[in-house]
């Protein structure tokens, strides 16, 4: 389905369409965000220990595991403009849906929902940057999109402790999850491809069509047993599968970190918790800037996201010293470390989706090397369920840092080409 016919044209436009694209990844991680900014006041309200609420984001992360294959299969079947719209309005009414729990045990069944539905959030990112954008601009268009993970990270602690002092935590989730029902409605009504967009001019048109014609004319795997068959692809998704728990440890802990390390309140947390997310946008502008330099000096696309990652890799050294902070300010700065390592190395891991598949099959891809991301990001959750009260978390901050090496050795390993 068109938008329509024909109307005044938008200049670069493509950039307009990633704006959006980004808006939507904001309010799903701002959606997301949203529990971890609540733990400790729905812990006591709620009675749950640190043990149940990792279940329940065990829940979510299982379920968020699963349909990230799913939904990237259901973007490449239905197009990125339905796919994104069903997904993201499920989204927004299972958040919604978090302020009706009782109890820990209804909180997991709403935090499953929300897994299920934000799943496609990523794969939809990546298949609209390999729709809008050829390859020279690709790196910049993902690690625009991937900025939004960070700032819906960052708004989520000052709005969430806004809504629980003014009115209740209830009305957190029900604010949230309203503001990314209204983002599925835009994106409805202005996404479409380039080839059917109403408001893209001529000359932008033949520049993504000629930009998506040179990386066709590789041979790259375009069916779903050729994605799994491909050495690229496990270049892809162990290394995601290593790093992953790193974001999910500082997207879903860093609240508690707070509270029960150094016994901040909820105005502390909201003080503090926002800062790693603006160093991880900016490790998400590296990703984009990083590879183009190094292009500009004769290194080969491939070589470029491999060295940005590897850089992202090796900063990660940062939280692993989290234990010896002296003091909440220096254990945030490193956690700032960490958000701009591991949004430095996500950024290049995402982009080579688009980089090694057809086009036809990145929603898939993508959404594969997600499962495999999230599957590491649900057994280093359980780990810290099981040992943070007893061993406390420096230990952990360490192992998401070897983690991360492995990834990056893995990666030179597999991916060999230009």
């Not at 109403?198 to 000359?203: L, M, N």
Request: glycine share 10%.
């Amino acid at each position: 389905m068109t938008l329509g016919r024909k109307s005044k044209t938008v200049r670069n436009l493509r950039w307009w369409i990633i704006g959006l694209v980004t808006c939507g990844t904001v309010l799903n991680y701002l959606a997301r965000s949203t529990l971890s900014v609540a733990a400790p006041t729905l812990k006591a309200e709620l009675g749950m220990s640190t043990e149940q609420y990792s279940y329940v984001i065990m829940t979510f992360q299982f379920a968020y595991t699963i349909m990230q294959t799913v939904a990237g299969s259901v973007l490449d079947l239905l197009g990125t403009r339905l796919g994104f719209f069903l997904f993201a309005a499920g989204w927004a009414l299972a958040n919604m849906a978090h302020g009706l729990a009782a109890n820990w045990q209804g909180l997991a069944i709403f935090r499953g929902f929300l897994g299920a539905t934000e799943a496609a959030a990523i794969p939809a990112g990546a298949k609209s940057v390999a729709e809008w954008f050829p390859a020279k601009e690709r790196p910049l268009a993902t690690s625009a999109f991937q900025m939004g993970t960070s700032v819906g990270a960052i708004v989520a602690p000052p709005l969430v402790v806004f809504c629980i002092l003014t009115w209740n935590w209830q009305s957190a989730f029900l604010i949230t999850g309203g503001l990314s029902l209204v983002w599925a409605f835009l994106w409805w009504r202005t996404y479409d491809t380039p080839d059917r967009h109403r408001w893209i001019g001529a000359g932008e048109q033949a520049l993504i069509a000629e930009g998506q014609a040179m990386a066709s004319g590789e041979t790259r795997p375009a069916t779903r047993r050729a994605v799994l068959g491909s050495r690229e692809f496990y270049a892809i998704a162990l290394p995601r599968f290593f790093a992953e728990p790193a974001w999910q440890t500082f997207s879903f802990f860093i609240p508690l970190y707070l509270v029960n390390v150094w016994k901040l309140d909820l105005a502390g947390v909201a003080l503090w918790a926002w800062m790693p997310f603006v160093a991880a946008d900016l490790g998400s502008l590296a990703a984009g800037i990083l590879p183009s330099v190094l292009m500009r000096r004769g290194v080969k696309v491939l070589a470029s996201r491999k060295i940005t990652m590897s850089c992202g890799a090796l900063a990660m050294i940062g939280p692993a010293c989290i234990g010896l902070a002296g003091s909440p300010g220096m254990a945030i700065a490193l956690f700032c470390v960490g958000g701009f390592a591991h949004q430095m190395l996500n950024g290049a891991l995402i982009t080579l989706c688009a980089d090694v598949f057809d086009s036809r099959m990145v929603g898939t891809a993508s959404g594969m090397a997600g499962t495999f991301a999230w599957v590491g990001g649900m057994l280093f959750t359980l780990l810290i369920g099981q040992s943070a009260d007893t061993y406390g978390y420096s230990p952990l901050f360490v192992g998401l840092a070897a983690l991360d090496f492995v990834g990056m050795i893995v990666l030179w390993g597999l991916l060999r080409g230009k």
